[in-house]
T-cell receptor, first 116, second 113 residues
Framework: AQSVTQLGSHVSVSEGALVLLRCNYS??????LFWYVQYPNQGLQLLLK??????LVKGINGFEAEFKKSETSFHLTKPSAHMSDAAEYFC??????????????FGAGTRLAVHP | NAGVTQTPKFQVLKTGQSMTLQCAQD?????MYWYRQDPGMGLRLIYY???????DKGEVPNGYNVSRLNKREFSLRLESAAPSQTSVYFC????????????FGPGTRLTVL
């Protein structure tokens, strides 16, 4: 069965510092992996996704993530944090339902705080 | 192109009351989903509809029912609300699944007293 673990429910960085949000997955088949961002009182918005085309995936707002099969990881990074990056971030894996359809399994989320 | 819309945005119910959360998408997507979001638990799937005319249970279906009214609309009904159903509810849609992106609505914040 597929699952996702996000290490650290809260991460705090200074403006301009490196952002690193950790995600490890468990999957018995090659996974599709996603990072979503949720700003306060809003829905989820796709940041980037891994679909096996390339291991380093670039997303919106300067974020990127690297798929590492040997470590079963898909960590999210941004070289320089901006105040506007403060939000909650969710890692998700696409899992196959019985019946042949897919669903997303989400991690618990990491709340990113950026301070001046 | 509004994407995924949800109504209402906020709702307060008393225990035992019923209500229906509405969701519509204008992207001609086949699959639609209802999630609930609770602190520290991420999003959990309540029900989904892989295509028009089909619905199926997710991880936490108890206390809920759904209707896929047509390709655009997917509603979630609470027949007898309980305080444990206090949550934020999100509707999402996607073309099919797999590597396809799920698009989310803005959410409904429900409080059951």
């Amino acid at each position: 069965a597929q699952s996702v673990t996000q290490l650290g429910s809260h991460v705090s960085v200074s403006e301009g510092a490196l952002v690193l949000l950790r995600c490890n997955y468990s999957s018995s088949v090659p996974p599709y992996l996603f990072w979503y961002v949720q700003y306060p009182n809003q829905g989820l918005q796709l940041l980037l996704k891994y679909t096996s085309a390339a291991t380093l995936v670039k997303g919106i707002n300067g974020f990127e993530a690297e798929f590492k099969k040997s470590e079963t990881s898909f960590h999210l990074t941004k070289p320089s944090a901006h105040m506007s990056d403060a939000a909650e971030y969710f890692c998700a894996v696409s899992a196959l339902f019985s019946g042949g359809y897919n669903k997303l399994i989400f991690g618990a989320g990491t709340r990113l705080a950026v301070h001046p | 192109n509004a994407g995924v819309t949800q109504t209402p945005k906020f709702q307060v119910l008393k225990t035992g009351q019923s209500m229906t959360l509405q969701c519509a998408q204008d992207m001609n997507h086949n699959s639609m989903y209802w999630y609930r979001q609770d602190p520290g638990m991420g999003l959990r799937l309540i029900y989904y509809s892989a295509s028009e005319g089909t619905t199926d249970k997710g991880e936490v279906p108890n206390g809920y029912n759904v209707s896929r009214l047509n390709k655009r609309e997917f509603s979630l009904r609470l027949e007898s609300a309980a305080p444990s159903q206090t949550s934020v509810y999100f509707c999402a849609s996607t073309q099919r699944g797999g590597s396809d992106t799920q698009y989310f609505g803005p959410g409904t914040r429900l409080t059951v007293l």
